[in-house]
């Protein structure tokens, strides 16, 4: 089955350059004809090489694929899926991105589905680094389905001798574990910029871990999904490396610096919908909370770290 990209950012052509994809669709025809002329998203993924097997487009009227992966930033998922459903709705489709939809309030998987209910979707996440994959690194990845026909027909088809992909059927959990360990990884980052060090990053880590589960399980995920890759496993690279985006984002919080406004920080977004959502369902995430007061400037540095370490004492 041939494979489409949609989304020429630094993990959507990593995964064009593993996946033997036929096809790299990029929103900027003027980036999309430098990368079919170079073989080299220069602006995104320095250094690595497309292979001559991959054609990059920016016609989405070009995409002939049975299988689409969106790699499309979380917020533009739904005008994307939107705007272009008549290209999609007759393939497989692979959802990427992680996060919560600010005004849905769900993620990737369920925005696609209120659009194109009748296409099948899996969601495909989990502890990576674009440059990872793009230069063949060992990486295992979760593929979550509902179908467990069409998971079983993408897993055999996406799966690479460097890229493991291990299939669930609990797409929830699998798409809150990808969305909040962003969050958790920018208060990793605050954490570290601000000096408080390694056992207090270890320390957010864990109790983060708590809040992840906290509201998972609330909506309906099961413990294991959150425990494996898509959890537990994307929250410690995220918060343990400066590759993570969320991560060197939190970080130039803590140090007071400014930080590089063209690029995507999903767990801002994701921090504001999880703030909403664990309000709503009377659940306390303090962390997230606070990450949400910090990055809508609604509370200084000072101030969260003070809320924090000044809550009640309680049982673990």
């Known amino acids: ?109 369920g925005v696609i589905r209120t659009i194109l209910p009748q296409t099948g979707v899996a969601l495909l996440t989990g502890p990576s680094f674009a440059e990872d994959i793009a230069r063949g690194l060992p990486t295992a990845l979760t593929l979550a389905c509902s179908d467990k026909a069409l998971g079983l027909a993408l897993q055999d088809r996406l799966s690479t001798p460097n890229l493991r992909l291990y299939r669930n059927s609990d797409v929830i959990g699998a798409e809150l574990g990808g969305a909040l360990k962003n969050v958790i990884a920018i208060a990793a980052g605050v954490t570290i910029g601000a000096g408080l060090g390694e056992s207090a990053r270890a320390a957010l880590m864990a109790r983060g871990y708590a809040e992840m589960q906290r509201l998972a399980l609330s909506l309906g995920a099961q413990p294991a999904t959150l425990a494996g890759l898509s959890g537990l496993g994307d929250l410690i690279l995220t918060c343990g490396s400066e590759k993570s985006r969320n991560f060197r984002y939190g970080l130039a919080l803590g140090q007071g610096q400014e930080f590089d406004r063209a690029t995507t920080v999903e767990g801002v977004a994701t921090a504001r919908a999880v703030a909403r959502l664990a309000q709503a369902r009377g659940l306390d995430m303090p962390i997230t909370r606070m990450v949400a007061a910090l990055t809508d400037g609604a509370m200084t540095l000072t101030e969260t770290l003070s809320a924090l370490l000044t809550r009640p004492l309680t049982d673990e």
Do not use: Y
Not at 4 to 11: K, Q, R, T, V
């Open 1 to 109: 089955m041939r494979v489409a990209i949609l989304g020429a950012g630094a993990f959507g052509t990593a995964l064009a350059c593993t996946l033997d994809a036929a096809q790299l669709w990029c929103r900027d025809p003027a980036q999309a004809t430098h990368m079919q002329r170079s073989r080299e998203n220069t602006a995104k993924l320095p250094g690595v090489r497309l292979p001559q097997s991959v054609s990059v487009i920016s016609d989405m009227a070009q995409v002939q694929a049975e299988i689409v992966l969106l790699a499309i930033p979380m917020q533009q998922t739904r005008s994307f899926v939107e705007a272009n459903r008549a290209h999609l709705a007759e393939r497989s489709l692979v959802a990427c991105a992680k996060g919560i939809d600010l005004e849905l309030m769900i993620g990737p998987v």
